[in-house]
């Protein structure tokens, strides 16, 4: 295969001679040649089902078969703000909490966690000293890195970002606690905590403890808990999200976490149900202003949703379907990029059990760069610093594969051409920076 | 039939001796005992579809048959956020207006009207001073009596009210354009133009071009047009809307109107598509806002709806059948209230050729005491006042009837039942009226 080199004859690129490196620049601009020659049309950007995916939910196109819902009230008519019990108590189970505790929304659980934001900047929380618009400045702890719409949301109404750096457990908790526990600006947090986006991170029930129970300064900080992989698992080793709810309560702090999930990857990305999981003081808070936005969400489809799963082992089962379609794409993405890069020292990237991404470091500085020659070869990647505030990455170092849209050969033609881009933007830097060093001696004398 | 008086020998109960007026009291009295005896539970106080009008839409149940819009877009995955084309053709065209200028959204128009408020609330609109959160003072022309969830959701962000009195022609535009031209805090104004709730006006071409055309002296001044009632016609005199946005346009502000619809009362009340229609800048400014608050909305939904209907003719022909539901009902509540109340000087009401609503103008100070009689007898009424500012109507006049949702013969029962309670409310009235006459003679003296 073009591009390829023997693994066991590898080196790293950066203990090549230049003339060794120029070689196998020569062999990457020849390997991505034939990529581009190949014309492909690829789009990894965003992390969406495949058709395939979508088809397991397609029994709801005929759903539901009636028109009431268990407490005897029509579905189709207005009201319900909180959404139908029986749904409620699906994702209740799942999320670890009582039904009442549960509201069952749209389609979208961006658009709860943008109405809780909004409602924050405009009202407040009880115990807020003023709305959060009123406030000199909000703060909000991001680890980094993180999923590009929520840091969007927030820089949309002018929050300052605070980032932490994400483990493979979580974020740095110590971090968070020192940023939360003196200033009360930091408002919130953001998390995904479980398979994050897109690091693949699970939540230890560790940090997910020192969360709930740090010191804040400001009374009204909530973590965003945004659980939207709960049961997106590849693997039989099933991540058990962290019941941060029930944590928060026990160390004081009930009204600390809002949850959020939804079907989005589980039925339909579009046309799914949204939950806000919260303390019953949330979930009134919640209630008592989307009433003034709402007479009550879609019940029909939350009834469709609910003959769908029929129970809480349905979702469970359910997503068996998701993980035999999704589990073979990850693979053929580890493969690739162990296929094309393994022993060169010009990428890391992550294995994970669930989720919908794979994040790759590359060299520093290089990370746009691929981007870009992956576009120009027709393979269209979320944008290099996606996963940052304000679309900056401070390294210009990682980037984010989403590889559950395309089919499996594309995911395989896609991955290898990425490796090519990554391995000849690699060669490229260390050759410039070879040259730099030639043509500025005395810079590189004074820093051996 | 207890209650009723003959027609031909009726006088005005003003006119009444206080004799005459004890029987008419006695009379009365016995009659609400009759209706209290009967044990009714009947709930007219929302503007829902009845069963048998939702029932027209079940065909919904079993569509969309396809998974991908015109555009060949996968309508069960992420994206679109301003809708299928397919649904924004047929709602452009009902709506007098390019596709292009149509978003079609979730399943409430008051989600997007409150989606429109907050973006102003936040952010303000281009040509904003400032974000209207950051002024002094907002305040909003609210003509009365008028739909009590635009009033709640102006009174729950701390937006004052201006009334002006509702016409047979919309609102009265004199006053309106008097309150706008000099002062910039009144930022903007609600309207229902077609069949408005409560009082069924239709908003005339030269009112709509006076709204259109008025100088404001607020940059940034929106008419909030909750065209929510455009083709609920309940005779063969089928009211057109006024085309709001060209006539803006027309007058240099095109960025006046933001025009809202659903299918709410179309097909189901709780699971339609809701509209927004503007002007090309308005979309790009809504959709500019809300890509941080969703990904796009359920376009399954939109499909299945666009399928149902097929075309404009589609909802206009699916249209006769709810007014073949709701016309003997809206007949049966001229019917009662004529037969109970007529000659007795003690009430006025509509009578709405489309919309959801009757108006009721009881005798100024009785409205409460006839919802409390009428409620105790098990006929629950929308709350006095309901159609005014912070539910306060200064005359205590105004009854709002919304027979819509019960069966035909529970609109009779309930409908005889409400004007025993308005005439029995209006001789108690008038009988303590008698009293405090007679017992200050001094003051009644000084008055004649």
């Known amino acids: 295969m073009a591009g390829v080199t023997e693994q066991t004859t590898r080196v790293p690129l950066a203990d090549l001679s230049p003339a060794e490196l120029e070689v196998f620049l020569d062999r990457q601009r020849a390997a991505y040649q034939s990529l581009l020659d190949r014309g492909l049309r690829l789009d990894l950007t965003r992390g969406k089902p495949s058709e395939a995916q979508l088809d397991l939910a397609d029994r709801l196109l005929t759903l ?38 549960v509201v069952a929304g749209g389609n979208s659980s961006l658009t709860m966690m943008h109405d809780c934001l909004t409602q924050l900047l405009l009202h407040g929380a009880p115990g807020s000293p003023r709305p959060w618009v009123r406030e000199e400045r909000v703060r909000f702890v991001c ?25 493979e457990d979580g974020p740095d908790a110590g971090v968070v606690a020192a940023l939360v526990r003196d200033d009360p600006s930091v408002k919130g947090m953001w998390i995904v905590p479980t398979y994050a986006n897109p690091v693949g991170a699970v939540c230890s029930q560790e940090v997910a403890a020192a969360l709930a129970s740090m010191p ?50 589980i039925t339909y990305a579009g046309a799914g149900v949204a939950f806000l999981a919260a303390s019953a003081d949330n979930v009134a808070w919640y209630l008592s202003h989307q009433q003034f936005a709402s007479i009550g969400p879609d019940k029909v489809n939350q009834l469709r949703h609910a003959e ?36 060169l020292g ?41 996963a940052f505030p304000h679309g900056h990455d401070p390294h210009d170092r990682n980037i984010r594969l989403a590889p559950s849209f395309p089919v499996l050969d594309d995911v395989q033609t896609a991955m290898t051409g990425v490796a090519t881009c990554i391995a000849l933007a690699a060669a490229e830097h260390l050759q410039a920076r070879h040259q730099t060093e030639r043509s500025t001696p005395e810079d590189a004398s004074l820093e051996s």
């Open 216 to 265: 804040a300064a400001a009374p009204d900080f909530r973590i965003f808990w945004d659980n939207a992989y709960a049961f997106h698992h590849l693997t039989e080793q099933e991540a058990k999200s962290a019941d941060i709810l029930t944590l928060a309560a026990v160390a004081g702090h009930p009204d600390r976490p809002l949850v959020f999930a939804s079907t989005s990857k």
């Open 346 to 386: 010009v990428a890391t990237w992550t294995k994970p059990t669930g989720g919908y991404f794979v994040s790759v470091d590359v060299l520093d500085g290089t990370a746009s760069r691929v981007v870009a020659l992956a576009k120009a070869a027709g393979i269209v990647l979320t944008p290099a610093g996606a």
């Open 143 to 167: 680890p980094v890195p993180g999923y590009d719409r929520h840091f969007a949301m927030l820089a949309h109404h002018g929050i300052e970002m605070v980032t932490v750096p994400m483990r």
């Open 64 to 101: 539901p078969t009636t028109r009431t819902d268990a407490d005897g009230v029509d579905v189709r008519n207005y009201g319900g703000l909180a959404g139908i019990r029986q749904i409620r108590e699906i994702f209740g189970e799942l999320l670890q909490v009582a039904p009442e505790q």
């Open 308 to 343: 769908f799963f029929g129970s809480a082992q349905g979702v469970r089962e359910h997503m068996a379907g998701h993980r035999a379609i999704l589990a073979p794409k990850f693979a053929a993405v580890q493969a690739a990029l162990s296929a094309e890069l393994d022993g």
